[in-house]
């Protein structure tokens, strides 16, 4: 740190704090900082996945049962507004259990076994292991 930067340092350090205290508290800002982007990276990669995977369940919707441009539009408020109830549920009763009424509701019209994606990869993970042990 240079001549200037130290007396920066010092100007910013409240009455008694130490010159080590200082420097503690910008290191826990500048972490507090990073780890504050890292959040958004990963919000932001997850949106993307999201946003690729609705696109992929409109080109199914339209290749499978012809959807077009007006049934598309009915699908995406649908869409919409059950995201809005479900986040109503999550304010009102909390994110696990709007996530599983959600979950149950899928299974439910759907008539397909749903599983939280922990679940699933464990599930995966234990059918792995049982055939590993089968072939040896």
């Known amino acids: 740190m240079n001549r200037e930067q130290r007396r920066k340092a ?4 409240a009455r008694g704090e130490t010159f080590a205290d200082t420097l503690t508290k ?4 500048r972490e507090t900082l990073r780890m504050a982007m890292e959040d958004k990276a990963v919000e932001l990669a997850a949106d ?5 995977q609705l696109w992929a369940a409109v080109i199914a919707l339209n290749e499978k049962w012809s959807f077009g441009p007006k049934r598309t539009r009915d699908f995406l408020e ?9 986040d109503e549920m999550k304010s009102k009763h909390g994110d696990a259990y709007a996530e599983e009424k959600l979950r149950e509701r899928a299974q439910k019209v759907s008539g397909v076994e749903i599983l ?9 993970w234990e059918q792995f292991k049982a055939e590993q042990k089968e072939g040896a």
């Open 10 to 13: 010092a100007r910013n350090k």
């Open 26 to 29: 910008q290191a826990i800002g």
């Open 48 to 52: 993307i996945i999201c946003q690729r």
């Open 78 to 86: 649908t869409l919409e507004t059950i995201v809005a109830e479900f």
């Open 116 to 124: 939280y994606q922990h679940e699933a990869e464990r599930k995966a």
